[in-house]
């Protein structure tokens, strides 16, 4: 079955430092990737997606990923951290083993942005 | 509507009680998906639509858990004899179509179930 890991439940950096959120995948065929962000009582929020286009790919708020087949990795990265950067993230897969439709998660990563 | 909604925000419910959660997907999408999201979790995919019918249940924990979407649009979760274990946010989300996993799911704010 195809699944996500998320390294570390908590990732801590100052405002304007770098931000990286690690994702690993397990899938024996390209999947399709994603990361959403949660905000506190909010419904989930689409960053960016791979769907086997251009594997650097951009998404909304600064934040970028790339797909790196080698090492199984879709890490999510920001130059420079804004407070309002503060929130959950999540990586998630689709692909064939899943059916495509569905969405496989990760545990999340909060990430804690200080002053 | 612009978004996705569900109702209510908030539901507490006594154990054995039955409950019901509404989801109103973004107008004109076809596909339909219900998430679970206990703490300190990531979402967990419970029954996807496409149109009417159910094309992916497989996440249904176990039958006390059923859903509908009789018109293609609205979608209710049900839940029968609710267990403690039950106790999580219910996400809905919505898509232009199934098709491929490429297109975005749009996720609603969810239902807080607690069963007491």
């Known amino acids: 079955a195809q699944s996500v890991t998320q390294l570390g439940s908590h990732v801590s950096v100052s405002e304007g430092a770098l931000v990286l959120l690690r994702c690993n995948y397990s899938s024996s065929v390209p999947p399709y990737l994603f990361w959403y962000v949660q905000y506190p009582n909010q419904g989930l929020q689409l960053l960016l997606k791979?769907?086997?286009?251009?594997?650097l790919v951009k998404g909304i708020n600064g934040f970028e990923a790339e797909f790196k087949k080698s090492e199984t990795s879709f890490h999510l990265t920001k130059p420079s951290a804004h407070m309002s950067d503060a929130a959950e993230y999540f990586c998630a897969v689709s692909g064939y083993n899943t059916g495509f439709q569905k969405l496989v998660f990760g545990t999340g990563t909060r990430l804690l942005v200080s002053p | 509507g612009a978004g996705v909604s569900q109702t209510p925000s908030n539901k507490v419910t006594e154990k054995g009680k039955y409950v019901e959660l509404r989801c109103d997907p973004i107008?004109?999408?076809?596909?339909l998906y219900w998430y679970r999201q206990s703490l300190g979790q990531g979402p967990e995919f419970l029954i996807y639509f496409q149109g009417t019918g159910a094309a992916d249940d497989s996440g249904l924990p176990n039958d006390r858990f059923f859903a509908v979407r009789p018109e293609g649009s609205v979608s209710t979760l049900k839940i029968q004899r609710t267990e403690r274990g039950d106790s999580a946010v219910y996400l809905c989300?919505?898509?232009?179509?199934?098709?491929?996993?490429?297109?975005?799911?749009?996720f609603g704010p969810g239902t807080r179930l607690t069963v007491l």
């Open positions: 107008s004109g999408h076809t596909a």
């Open positions: 989300a919505s898509s232009s179509d199934g098709a491929g996993g490429r297109n975005e799911q749009f």
């Open positions: 791979y769907t086997s286009a251009a594997t």
